[in-house]
């Protein structure tokens, strides 16, 4: 009996270790279940952040795209108004002198979104904008083609840097190298002697950006910033506000309906605000009434202005056409 209780003990013994084996050995299976569980729950997770973010990139990716294409539209069709404007120049009669001045249809901005029905707004850009605008590049001082005493006169312009754009243009600006012209006005940015604040300018006096080109080789009176006009030797002050006030037509303010512009620098002239004296001589010297040169610039935004692309061309009139000389873009987020 006694010995039968011993077997009946040690089967027990040996039952309760095997079931013990059997628990220790599914918990460990239980255990590398859960890892490999949390394992591939963080390489889904990873995947799927993956995918989000390479989503955004493309979705970031196709807005700039967009944006440019957009941009690209807008100075097409602000090419096409300064082509118009040519053609009805060149089609009248040959009495008619081409003018450039701030009433005529290419001065004013165009939204293209809401002018023209050239594009249609789309959910979630009715905050974004597709326009152009044109600047007469002749309305400033030419770095290419004005006489040294004019650039004496250009505010911020400081000696050297007078002395090194003159130097470039007759013998060159460095020891053997040949004379040269500027292609952009970016090229004065680097110049040795330059200085930001004359650069950019302050609220006072407008940078050198805002006054200077490397187009024509005129200033036209009619769309002449005042600090150019003031640059014009031999120009008065009081010249110079006669000139504005009759171009800012009777309400005082420019780029209105009722602007006013000159025909000519010669009767034309003398009829709309009498004789400026020693002045009017400076002014056919140094002026002239209608450009050549246009800067044409597109800016498209998508995401509500968060995206911004701009492209900017610069076209030559010629005749009864205009053709694109200089071409630039980018885009970027603000």
Not at 59 to 77: E, F, I, S
Not at 128 to 154: G, K, M, Q, W
Not at 193 to 217: A, C, Q
Not at 286 to 313: E, L, M, N, Q
Request: hydrophobic share 35%; with cysteine; glycine share 8%.
């Amino acid at each position: 009996m006694g010995r039968l209780q011993e077997i009946t003990r040690s089967s027990a013994n040996t039952a309760a270790l095997r079931g013990t084996s059997r628990q220790a050995q599914g918990g460990f299976v239980l255990v590398v279940v859960l890892w490999v569980l949390a394992m591939l729950t963080v390489v889904t997770l990873s995947f799927g952040h993956r995918t989000m973010l390479e989503r955004r990139a493309a979705t970031y990716t196709l807005d700039h795209v967009q944006a440019k294409m957009l941009a690209r539209g807008a100075v097409q069709r602000g090419i096409v108004e300064i082509r118009n404007k040519a053609f009805e120049e060149f089609s009248r009669d040959e009495e008619w002198t081409p003018l450039t001045h701030y009433g005529q249809k290419w001065a004013r901005p165009m939204n293209l979104y809401e002018q023209g029905g050239y594009f249609q707004r789309q959910p979630g850009n009715e905050e974004d904008v597709v326009l152009f605008y044109i600047r007469d590049a002749e309305s400033r001082i030419s770095i290419n083609s004005a006489p040294p005493e004019l650039l004496d006169n250009v505010p911020n312009l400081s000696p050297t840097v007078r002395r090194r754009i003159v130097n470039r243009r007759t013998r060159g600006d460095q020891e053997g190298e040949p004379a040269s012209s500027f292609h952009a006005i970016e090229e004065l940015r680097y110049m040795q002697g330059m200085r930001d604040e004359h650069w950019f300018g302050d609220e006072n006096i407008p940078g050198l950006r805002s006054l200077l080109t490397v187009h024509g080789n005129r200033i036209n009176v009619n769309t002449a910033l005042p600090e150019v006009l003031r640059s014009v030797p031999g120009m008065s002050p009081a010249a110079v506000d006669t000139l504005l006030s009759f171009r800012n037509g009777p309400d005082g303010e420019l780029g209105t309906s009722d602007d006013q512009f000159f025909r000519d620098l010669n009767e034309d002239l003398n009829n709309k605000v009498g004789s400026l004296g020693d002045s009017l001589i400076a002014l056919r010297q140094y002026c002239k009434v209608s450009s050549d040169y246009y800067i044409i610039t597109g800016v498209a935004t998508r995401r509500s202005g968060a995206i911004v692309a701009r492209v900017t061309a610069t076209v030559q009139v010629m005749g009864n056409t205009a053709q694109v000389v200089g071409w630039q873009e980018g885009s970027f987020d603000t």
